[in-house]
């Protein structure tokens, strides 16, 4: 098997397979809804449609759709420090740019 189906493979399992464990992990009585929380930070992608192309397997989201940038990067590292959901999300967000950076610059292109 080749790198992209690998790469694809571990890409889906970061977004929709891992975040059960985080739920798990750090918010067991509530993994449920937790688990739900992180799926929903998924809605970060949003911000592809405004790119033309939509997607292009040799552009990396980070650094180049908004909700993807720098700065939005750091107001979910600032979520950190709050309670409640907004930790959730601002953790799912973090995930999520990690997994997209290591999609895009970890593997094959």
Known sequence: MDCF???TC???FLHFIFPVFIALIFYRENWKKVY???LATMLVDLDHL???PIFDPNRGSIGFHFL???YAIAVYFLMLF???NIRIIGIGLLFHMLTDFQDFNLWCH
């Open 5 to 7: 189906f690998w790469k």
């Open 10 to 12: 571990v890409h889906y």
């Open 36 to 38: 739900l929380i992180l």
């Open 50 to 52: 405004f790119a033309n």
């Open 68 to 70: 993807h940038s720098y």
């Open 82 to 84: 709050f309670k409640g």
